[in-house]
């Protein structure tokens, strides 16, 4: 049996349940936010190939790490609101990490000489 809150929700520890419907919606969220660093680890291996510089290597592990630090804060700050708020959450991150690649695919390409050595 377990515990209830204030609030009503099942505590396991340290805070209240997620819920069926919040794991899925994390779940799939989660999924996309993996191929973000997927691609960036892929991008980092096919670019220091040619040799990078110190600026180049910040901004390609930067880039495989953005996608973590915006999956975890887009979680800390959702995961106490509804369902559908909780996946406008995720979304806006989402939509944060594909600006922040596209910034790095544009640096990359127009000034692959500041990257490498």
Known sequence: ???????GHASRGGGPALGILKT????L?????AYGVWNA????VTVAQFGLNAYGWFVLIFSVLFPILVFAAAYG???RRSAPEFAIVLVAGLALVAVFWMNVVALSALNISSLTT
């Not at 049996?1 to 609030?7: A, C, G, I, Y």
């Not at 899925?24 to 779940?27: A, H, N, T, V, W």
């Not at 969220?29 to 936010?33: D, H, I, R, S």
Request: charged residues 15%; proline residues 0%; hydrophobic residues 50%.
């Open 29 to 33: 969220a989660g999924l996309f936010y």
């Open 41 to 44: 680890v892929a991008y980092l």
């Open 1 to 7: 049996m377990s515990e209830q809150t204030v609030d």
């Open 77 to 79: 700050l959702g995961r």
């Open 24 to 27: 899925i919606i994390l779940g």
